[in-house]
């Protein structure tokens, strides 16, 4: 057990000084392979921002193939994965053989008026966490690849000019939704939240599922959700941990729930014995009385290093449950096929969004709703990707909102570095800032944080509090003590 004292931390702001988060300076990626013959620009495949003149942008690109070269002299099999300047830091990330991603984020800034009235400005150089934001750069691929296939696909079904138009279509886009003032622990961990369930409903979902895949006999893939949490999936983890980013950050937000109205939303009557039901496309055609209505729906590559199938998602909801059907993406669907869908989807998953929200209420109760306990947590299981958040009020790539102060995250992240360098479980303790005890656990692949809020506590009393916590929430978990 290793015990740590961490600095107060910073007071209130005074009033003239102003504070700037972390920024994105400029994102781009290169194959050196492809440069020496046809001139040093060609090595560049995309490059944010794109208005940067020519020779600055080769410039910063051999400075990076500068040094990964050097850095590879010292260890070969893993070359340099970010660099520390004054202003800002340089996360390097070679997902593809010979295919470099660099991201450059700005340090954050404390600009200070000096004596003479002039602002001074102060590069936070210690602020950013590398695990983080290289956890994001490698997380910027696995979207990219989830959507367009790998670098190599693109190479071969139509060479660097197809490629350099998939990688400008979707960076284009999706750099604007990294938020990076938001990025934590979280990110690190990649995670899945999993829906808490008794037997009873999970069977109703699994036979739910067995039903449907045997009625639209073209889905090769399922995976349901509930509440934004994961309760069912036919993926591989790899895939799921992305696909489940997407939906839970990107679609889900972006069709903000009728059923949010309560009674007065809009339940269709159905011709068919007037079945009434929630269901609803949230990808695919919006409106299924439209004889003209598009069916096209968002195609995604699965099992990139193996069989590389590429698919059609169809992510079909129902008040808060959501279902994903993947589809072989030969198969085109058509808009009979999408109103089948409908009727024998809609009205059984109606049926079981409530079903689940009523024993969820049942399970509610019976643990009664308690005080607001001294101690929030963070819980992460590499082997199924679990994690579970009560810090995260909310996690949207845009906002997260923790209810604990950012030196407390910066800690959390400190520990999780030390976790990283050593291979047996271990377990800290800090005492950080006057109230506050931040334990980190690390057993059998799983992690456990914890922020206690305990003025006058000593290291026995933090121990025994975490020891209840664990056996109270995680009773079925082995955590050494």
């Known amino acids: 057990m290793a015990a740590a004292a961490a600095g107060a931390g910073s007071g209130p702001w005074a009033a003239q000084e102003k504070q700037f988060p972390p920024a994105l300076l400029s994102f781009f990626i290169y194959n050196p392979r492809f440069g020496p013959r046809e001139g040093q620009e060609n090595k560049i495949l995309f490059y944010h921002p794109n208005e940067v003149e020519k020779n600055e942008k080769i410039r910063n690109v051999g400075l990076c193939e500068a040094i990964v070269q050097f850095t590879r002299t010292f260890s070969p099999s893993k070359p340099a994965k970010s660099l520390h300047t004054q202003k800002n830091r340089q996360f390097f990330n070679e997902p593809e053989e010979n295919f470099w991603m660099v991201m450059v984020v700005r340090n954050p800034i404390i600009e200070k008026q000096s004596k003479d009235g002039k602002p001074v400005i102060e590069y936070q150089e210690e602020e950013l966490l590398d695990k983080v934001y290289s956890s994001v750069l490698r997380q910027c691929y696995s979207m990219y690849k989830l959507f367009n296939g790998t670098f190599l696909k693109a190479m071969e079904d139509g060479g660097v000019k197809l490629l350099k138009e998939r990688l400008e279509k979707f960076f284009h886009r999706y750099l604007q939704t990294l938020h990076l003032q938001s990025c934590d622990l979280l990110d690190i961990f990649g995670g899945i939240s999993f829906f808490p369930l008794d037997k009873m409903t999970y069977l109703k979902i699994q036979s739910f599922i067995n039903r449907m895949e045997e009625s639209l006999n073209i889905v090769k893939y399922t995976a349901f959700l509930y509440n934004d949490q994961l309760i069912w999936s036919g993926l591989e983890q790899d895939d799921m941990r992305i696909l489940y980013k997407y939906l839970t950050t990107s679609l889900f937000p972006r069709h903000i729930e009728p059923e949010l109205a309560g009674r007065d939303s809009p339940i269709r009557a159905e011709m068919p014995g007037n079945l009434q039901h929630y269901g609803r496309f949230l990808t695919g055609p919006l409106n299924l009385n439209d ?53 024998i989807v809609g009205p059984q998953l109606t049926v079981l969004a409530s079903d689940i929200c009523e024993q969820f209420n049942i399970n509610k109760r019976m643990s009664g709703s308690e005080k607001e306990p001294q101690f929030k947590f963070i819980y992460f299981n590499h082997m199924n990707l679990a994690e579970k958040s009560t810090v995260h009020m909310r996690k949207t790539p845009s906002v997260s909102l923790t209810s604990v102060h950012p030196d407390l995250m910066k800690i959390l992240g400190d520990i999780n570095s030390d976790f990283t360098r050593v291979d047996e479980d271990e377990e800290i303790i800090v005492k950080a800032m006057s109230d506050y005890w931040v334990v980190g656990k690390k057993s059998d692949r799983r992690e456990l944080y914890v922020i206690l809020n305990q003025k006058n506590a000593n290291l026995i009393e933090v121990n025994e509090e975490v020891k209840k916590l664990c056996a109270t929430q995680f009773n079925n978990i082995f955590f050494l003590d």
């Open 291 to 343: 004889p003209d209505a598009k069916c096209r729906f968002p195609k995604i590559f699965v099992n990139t290093d193996d069989t590389y199938e590429e698919l059609h998602l169809i992510v079909y909801k129902a008040m808060s449950a959501a279902v994903c059907f993947m589809i072989d993406a030969s198969v085109h669907p058509t808009l009979d096929f999408c109103r089948r869908l409908d009727s």
